[in-house]
Structure formats: structure tokens, C-alpha cells
């Protein structure tokens, strides 16, 4: 079994920072692409940014400039550093890996329970 644990969510006013942290943990192989994405209320979950094992990034265009992702491989863990955050980032963020295990061949997806972010004054 394999999990993602999201953290570092919360309460910020506009123009603030959060730093979001995804360990994952289980008996995994190999820890691929992995990346957040977020839903806010009333709207489709979208990507928000991704990472490859060799940390090349994709950001979506409304993050660029605000957002970092980056990760750990030694601590199967991944970050989303946002700053100058805007009530329109507002959402319940979940972290996403593409994994392989030790139970069985090939690449599954994984998902975590997510965080809340909200901005607001």
C-alpha cells in the first residue's frame, strides 16, 4: 500500500506564502512524475505544476512566477512553495505521484487526501 500525506496547508492573507509538503510512504520502487493539482469549489480539479524524477518542471500559466515545485528523492517528498498568494489560489490541493511498487509490475498513480488553502483578508 502506498500513500501520499499532503501538509502545510491553511488560512493566508493575499500577498502571503505557504510552503505545501507530500511525503509519500509504503512499499514503493520507484517514485516517477509527481505534481499538484487543485479544485476549488464549484470547478474542475486542474494541474497546478509538475516534476520529473530528474526535476524538470511544468507550471500551469496562472502559478509561473508564484509557485516552485521541487522534491527530495531521498525522503520521497515533494513541495509546492507559493508566494504571493491571490484569493483566486484558493483551493483544496492534492499531490499526485506515478509510482511503482513492490507488489506488482508497472507504473499506477497515486493520490493524497489534499490540503486546504484558502486567501483571504
Known amino acids: 500500500q502506498v500513500q501520499l500525506v499532503e501538509s502545510g496547508g491553511g488560512l493566508v492573507q493575499p500577498g502571503g506564502s505557504l510552503r505545501l509538503s507530500c511525503v509519500v510512504s509504503?512499499?514503493?520502487?520507484?517514485?516517477?512524475?509527481m505534481a499538484w493539482h487543485r479544485q476549488a469549489p464549484g470547478k474542475q480539479r486542474e494541474l497546478v505544476a509538475s516534476?520529473?524524477?530528474?526535476?524538470?518542471?511544468v507550471y500551469a500559466d496562472s502559478v509561473k512566477g508564484r509557485f516552485t515545485i521541487s522534491r527530495d528523492n531521498a525522503k520521497n517528498t515533494a513541495f509546492l512553495q507559493m508566494i504571493s498568494l491571490k484569493p483566486e489560489d484558493t483551493a483544496v490541493y492534492y499531490c499526485?505521484?506515478?509510482?511503482?511498487?513492490?507488489?506488482?509490475?508497472?507504473?499506477?498513480?497515486?493520490w493524497g487526501q489534499g490540503t486546504q488553502v484558502t486567501v483571504s483578508s
Open positions: 509504503g512499499r514503493l520502487w520507484t517514485i516517477y512524475d
Open positions: 516534476i520529473t524524477r530528474g526535476s524538470n518542471t
Open positions: 499526485n505521484g506515478k509510482i511503482t511498487t513492490l507488489q506488482r509490475i508497472g507504473i499506477d498513480e497515486y
